[in-house]
């Protein structure tokens, strides 16, 4: 059983341009997360999502920043006109379906580093 | 501001010695969760004690939460070369779903 997967694992953008950052969980995984980690920090939550919902995006930038987890295929983020602070290594996280309330544990992948130029 | 901080922000000791980390949070929760991350790599899941758990082993690793204080410690006994790496720890909280928060962690150095 693969483990989470991300890619690509380094991306170069210029000031403008959009990274799109993808992620496929563990098999049986309906369960995403996003998070961000800035050089020398913690990991800070973006955004959760199930399969074809968002569930929680209170951490992620209003602008410029969306997910989403489509029924067929990976998890993508996109950061629209990517500025310099938004360099920074990109974790996504998954967890297979859980009761309500249940905690599971959360499986990252390794994490894709964003450089904006 | 974090939920979790741990406490150093960093450590060197030489190998054979034990390190000790500490977390403190802010919230009540429903979990606690340490994590190892490599240079540049993801993170690892090492260890994870319940709110109503004092105390949970696992191999080297010893963790201990005090909800009263609510601080947690990581101590790795017998330390070696390749437990180099930053530590973290993330809570859970309620709110019935799986949102995990993260501190800002602790580099530890083995030395050699």
């Known amino acids: 059983n693969a483990g989470v997967m991300q890619n690509p694992r380094h991306l170069v953008r210029r000031r403008g341009q959009e990274a799109r950052l993808r992620c496929s969980p563990m098999k049986g995984h309906s369960h995403v997360y996003w998070y961000r980690q800035l050089p020398e920090e913690g990991l800070k939550f973006m955004v959760y999502?199930?399969?074809?919902?968002?569930?929680?995006e209170s951490g992620m930038p209003k602008e410029r920043f969306s997910a989403e987890f489509p029924k067929e295929g990976p998890s993508i983020l996109r950061i629209q006109q990517v500025v310099r602070g938004d360099s920074a290594a990109y974790f996504c996280?998954?967890?297979?379906?859980?009761?309500?309330?249940?905690?599971?544990?959360?499986?990252f992948g390794p994490g894709t580093r964003l450089t904006v130029l | 501001s974090q939920q979790g901080e741990e406490d150093p922000q960093a450590l060197s000791i030489q190998e054979g010695e034990n390190a000790t980390m500490n977390c403190s949070y802010k919230?009540?929760?429903?979990?606690l969760q340490w994590y190892r991350q490599n240079s540049g790599r993801g993170l690892v899941h090492l260890i994870l004690i319940r709110s109503n758990e004092r105390e949970k082993h696992s191999g080297r690793l010893r963790v201990t939460l005090d909800t009263s204080k609510k601080s947690s410690s990581l101590l790795i006994t017998a330390s070696r070369a390749a437990d180099t790496a930053s530590y973290f720890c993330a809570t859970w909280g309620p709110g019935g779903y799986q949102k995990v928060t993260f501190g800002t962690g602790t580099k530890l150095q083995v030395i050699p």
């Open positions: 919230t009540s929760i429903n979990n």
């Open positions: 999502l199930q399969k074809e919902n968002i569930i929680d």
């Open positions: 996280a998954s967890s297979p379906p859980s009761l309500a309330g249940a905690y599971n544990e959360q499986f």
